[in-house]
């Protein structure tokens, strides 16, 4: 069944259209009734042309945008009677069409103009911070570019044996003379429960080796995040990125008020994993009884990055998980240390994160179980006091 040139639906005939408007169609699964898709575009101001798929179980729904990237905007899910917004409030309202991201304006900064999604990639020719050449040109912006690439292949699948749904994205991040690499994303969504779990593949389609850098901006505002929220981390070692970050070691874990004007402060991770080398982070509300967790293997993901931006929350109060290859420093530090992956040609890469949205005192009591009992796999955990110069320029 196609539904738009690029966008393809695989469904058994227990997939049923139940609502169509110019701009969007809604299906509802007849046995799972629960199960809804719905695929819509986004019209007017700077969402204009943004492609949404709202993926719902009942109890989670997910808002997919294949044209940013197959990045997810929010998630909505429910406790009890209530649903919780999870995400967080950007300056940056609604989702922006890449057309309206000047990704190159001179100071780099350009990728903030967009930023306002839950999970969001950074990558994958860099990341981090913005790179400049000797004469002060901008070589490498803000986060790179796979955030503001659309998908050119989108299939979404309704498995009923495995219950579950699934969408895959192909993005293609390429340019004459440079690299030529190729995302391919599966997000999988159960059918019930407050889980779900992301699937990438990059591959390099060059007949050259090829650069990649990647890192999972996973971003969690307020109702979750704010006063009195704690962050499990098990870790071997944990850095300050600057000096300012070290003033605040003492508050490692810990979320407090939003304070107008205070400077965003992150922290680079070594951390503890299973024999496996499986690891997982988690964020507590105040009341313990609302969390998000997010599971990987070090083998895939071997640095982490804790950001917390605690100004006021008009201006975006969000404490970000993030997974990575590389720490989010400018290209040029991070290939001077070791930390840039070179793909050969035809190579690939897999990353996987498990999701997990705890919603009551037992399950968030259980995940931070989860995450005591990995800290009790490194018997001497160091905290730096200082910024390490080989991580942190």
Sequence with gaps: METAKYFTLKASDKLQKVDVHLDATTYRHADFRNVSITHKTLRGGPSDGVDMLEISNGQMTLFVMPTRGMGIWKAHVRQGGKKVRVGWHSPVPVPVHPRNVPLYQPDGFGWLRG???????????????????????????????????????????????????????????????????????TLTVPFTGTSFRIDDDIENLSARESELELLYHIN??????????????????????????????????????????????????????????????????????????????????????????????????????????????????????????????????????DFQFSVDVNEVAAEAGKIRRLQETCSDPVIEREPIPEWAN
């Design 220 to 353: 969690t505002g307020e109702p979750v995040a704010g006063d009195g929220a704690r962050l499990h981390i098990p870790f071997r070692r944990v850095c300050p990125r600057n000096a300012w970050a070290a003033t605040q070691l003492d508050t490692l874990f810990d979320c407090h008020a939003p304070t107008t004007g205070e400077a965003e402060t992150c922290y680079y991770y070594d951390l503890a994993a299973d024999e496996a080398g499986n690891t997982r982070v988690f964020l507590e509300n105040a009341s313990s009884d609302f969390g998000v967790s997010v599971g990987f293997n070090k083998n895939e993901f071997p640095c982490y990055c804790q950001w917390k931006c605690q100004h006021a929350s008009q201006d975006g109060y969000v404490t970000g998980m993030e997974p990575a290859l590389n720490f989010p420093n400018d290209k040029t530090f991070e290939k001077a240390n070791g930390r840039v992956v070179t793909l050969a040609p035809g190579a690939k890469r897999h990353f996987g994160l």
């Design 115 to 185: 930023f306002n999604e839950f999970v969001v990639r950074c990558g994958l020719e860099s990341n981090g911070a913005p790179d400049f050449d000797e004469k002060g040109t901008l070589r490498h912006p803000l986060h790179g570019h796979i955030a503001n690439t659309p998908a050119w292949k989108v299939t979404l699948e309704v498995d009923d044996d495995m219950q579950v749904v699934r969408v895959t994205g192909v993005v293609r991040e390429a340019r004459m003379f440079f690299n030529s690499l190729e995302l391919e994303s």
